[in-house]
């Protein structure tokens, strides 16, 4: 079983949906967990830290269930500019390096 | 603020061929990390570096793989001999820290092609 597992989509939606990934990780050490984003041909570049409280960040709002090994990402009114990639990422306590899911296809269409 | 910056953007070589990817981190940042992506494989951690010395190079396929950070201010990661399975995108990222947020800052990649 794969560290950090997500579903690789894509997930094709219309402008204004709502739409959410999960990510789930095997390690139940895992300390840190992440969003991170990638545009197509670009860089990944971080999108949003998970608490475990949950937290939000304007249309977005991350969700960490431990119990479950799973974090979660909503978005809310999607524009076309969030079409990307979306990688999970966990950090395990111990050595701390960050492990990368193989990440979500989000596509926004008109 | 540069950000990291990696060189070069694109390279086609040949089976056999020596590559050397080049990584300039941001100054002030203790860790540098090299990941390979691929569309099977997704993004794999390498090899990662704390004040220049290597710490974990576990993810290195195989000793045609070797990577350096002489200084705090450049890294290289080499192949050689090169093989058509080498073929992806190389990041690499820096670190100020790794516990906290420890935000990954990537360059923008070095995307091979073996021939």
């Known amino acids: 079983r794969k560290e950090v597992e997500q579903d690789p989509g894509p997930f094709n939606v219309p402008e204004g949906a709502t739409v959410a990934f999960n990510c789930t990780y095997s390690?139940?050490?895992?300390?840190?967990f992440f969003w991170y984003r990638q545009d197509c041909r670009k860089e990944p570049k971080l999108l949003m830290s998970?608490?475990?409280s949950g937290n939000e960040d304007g249309r977005f709002t991350a969700q960490l269930n431990r119990a479950s090994q799973y974090i979660s990402l909503l978005i809310r009114d999607s524009k076309l500019s969030d079409s990307a990639t979306y990688l999970c990422?966990?950090?395990?306590?111990?050595?701390?390096?960050?492990?990368f899911g193989r990440g979500t296809s989000l596509i926004v269409h008109p | 603020d540069a950000g990291v910056i990696q060189s070069p953007r694109h390279e086609v070589t040949e089976m056999g061929q020596e590559v050397t990817l080049r990584c300039k981190p941001i100054s002030g940042h203790d860790y540098l990390f090299w990941y390979r992506q691929t569309m099977m494989r997704g993004l794999e951690l390498l090899i990662y570096?704390?004040?220049?010395?290597?710490?974990?190079d576990s993810g290195m396929p195989e000793d045609r793989f070797s990577a350096k950070m002489p200084n705090a201010s450049f890294s290289t990661l080499k192949i050689q001999p090169s093989e058509p399975r080498d073929s992806a995108v190389y990041f690499c990222?820096?670190?100020?820290?790794?516990?906290?947020?420890?935000?990954?800052?990537f360059g923008e990649g070095s995307r091979l092609t073996v021939l």
């Open positions: 998970v608490y475990s």
């Open positions: 390690n139940s050490a895992s300390q840190s």
């Open positions: 570096f704390n004040n220049n010395v290597p710490i974990d």
């Open positions: 990222a820096s670190s100020l820290e790794l516990v906290g947020t420890g935000e990954l800052f």
């Open positions: 990422v966990v950090r395990s306590g111990g050595s701390y390096i960050p492990t």
